[in-house]
């Protein structure tokens, strides 16, 4: 059975597109302290390229229009130029985040191919090395983010900080832009992975995320227009405003009619996170794993439906949950981070839920 | 871009929110004054009043949502007209006594 979309000029959840997140593997040059896959030079499990290419023309029909890949670090699998290529082949945008300490030559054949690419920074010099373990990783991303802007490519930067390193946004904003980046993309660290091992790391308070919030918009002021700084972090009441976003999702729940079951893929999970395991999850990448929503090796057209009919419900009462809380919510939300957190409180509790309650009928819509 | 000093850099005011010596009660309230449902900011800088922000909106802005935020010193709202008829553009002034260092919020830390 094929799908359908009678919605693609819709959102789909809180994204600008209907996103791919691709962690091909978990073998990384670096074993970051904060890193959410707890990737490492000794994490060896990668995919096999057969069944990623083979789910590509699905993942395409589905709706997905960008595939994002991310790791580990995505320049250590083998096979990412025919990847690449593959995606390409199929319609997709190709954009890639990585740690930028790669040779200029394995860097070069790989990002001409791309349509975007995003080094990532964890705060100035000391706080970055810190975190990356390695004294010269600043110096080197730097380096290479400066390489590839004078060569003509939109670069932008996808800063990670912990709390005690927001007071080196502004000089590291200015530092990347001064290099050329064109885009800050900044984020809280995730709790998640790694990180959550960190003695050191305090959580961010409702006042260290308005901190953040209120130094991005100063930002976005002083660095001008020519260079967008984005924070992904948003106020509560004004994603409730636009929670349109996940009227596909949530259609049967509100109107009691709609079917999904021939609805777009895209439509319904945005982002799409493949793991290097092969787990097709919703959102985040330390989504529960009660939400899979398939396996890469036996994806078909046919599991996807099933997916739609059987086991969506879950999904939709978890989203619609995480919205309602935001009705009254005050102050700032990472969405995606809040959604990836409630799968872990609500995982158990929806398993008890479902073996007496009828599918899509979960509270909060 | 032209390197900055740091005399410059500690003056901006990414640098005075960023480095905690405004106390986190003083950042909560500047962020509860700035965020006000159904306007998206476009524009938040210094001003001779603390902060100023130009907020943009397609519906008729609620004056009243904006008045019940504390510390209002400047309010202006322009309609674009025949530019676009939908929109407005709401200026407002914030109070913001901890960024010109007349107020206990400096130096906490």
């Known amino acids: ?365 | 871009m032209p390197k900055l000093t740091s005399k410059v850099l500690s003056q901006r005011l990414s640098t005075r929110l960023a480095n905690f010596n405004l106390a986190d009660d003083v950042i909560n309230k500047l962020a509860t004054r700035v965020l006000i449902d159904g306007l998206d900011i476009r524009r938040f800088d210094i001003c001779i009043y603390g902060i100023c922000i130009d907020y943009y909106t397609d519906r008729i802005p609620k004056l009243d949502g904006i008045f019940s935020k504390v510390d209002v010193a400047r309010l202006e709202i322009f309609p674009y007209g025949i530019i676009d008829w939908d929109r407005f553009l709401i200026r407002v002034g914030y109070s913001v006594d901890e960024l010109e260092g007349r107020a206990g919020g400096l130096g906490r830390r």
């Open chain 1, 1 to 365: 059975m094929s799908a359908t979309s009678t919605q693609t000029e819709m959102r789909s959840g809180f994204l600008p597109d209907r996103i791919v997140h691709l962690h091909p593997t978990r073998l990384c040059n670096l074993a970051c302290l904060h890193c959410y896959s707890e990737s490492g030079p000794r994490q060896k499990t990668a995919l096999d390229l057969d069944p990623l290419q083979q789910a590509l023309p699905l993942l395409k029909a589905e709706g997905y229009n960008q595939i994002s890949l991310s790791g580990g670090e995505p320049l250590m699998y083998p096979p990412l130029l025919p990847l690449v290529d593959g995606a390409h082949a199929n319609g997709f945008r190709v954009t890639m985040i990585t740690n930028g300490l790669f040779t200029p030559k394995r860097m070069d054949e790989v990002v001409s191919r791309l349509d975007g690419i995003a080094i990532s920074f964890d705060g100035l010099a000391p706080a970055h090395n810190h975190l990356r373990g390695r004294a010269d990783a600043f110096e080197r991303s730097s380096a290479t983010l400066a390489r590839l802007a004078d060569g003509g490519q939109p670069v932008a930067a996808a800063i990670s900080l912990t709390r005690d390193a927001i007071p080196d946004l502004p000089e590291l904003a200015d530092h990347l832009v001064g290099l050329g980046a064109k885009a800050l993309q900044v984020r809280p660290v995730a709790l998640a992975g790694r990180a959550r091992t960190m003695t050191e790391m305090p959580v961010y308070s409702a006042a260290d995320q308005a901190r953040l919030y209120l130094v991005v918009l100063a930002l976005q002021e002083e660095l001008g227009d020519q260079v967008r700084v984005h924070c992904d972090l948003a106020p509560a009441r004004s994603l409730w405003q636009q929670r349109d976003a996940y009227a596909a999702l949530l259609a049967n729940c509100v109107q009691g009619t709609a079917d999904q079951t021939n609805q777009m893929l895209a439509d319904l999970v945005n982002p799409l996170v493949i793991t290097e395991t092969g787990s097709l999850k919703p959102i985040a990448y330390d989504f529960n794993s009660h939400f899979d929503v398939a396996s890469l090796e036996t994806l078909s057209s046919e599991q996807l439906a099933h997916y739609k009919q059987q086991n969506l419900a879950d999904l939709q009462a978890l989203i619609g949950r995480a919205l309602a809380q935001l009705q009254g919510k005050q102050g700032l939300v990472d969405w995606f981070d809040y959604c990836a957190r409630l799968s872990e409180e609500n995982s158990g509790q929806q398993s008890r839920m479902n073996s007496g309650a009828k599918p899509g009928t979960g509270d909060g819509h």
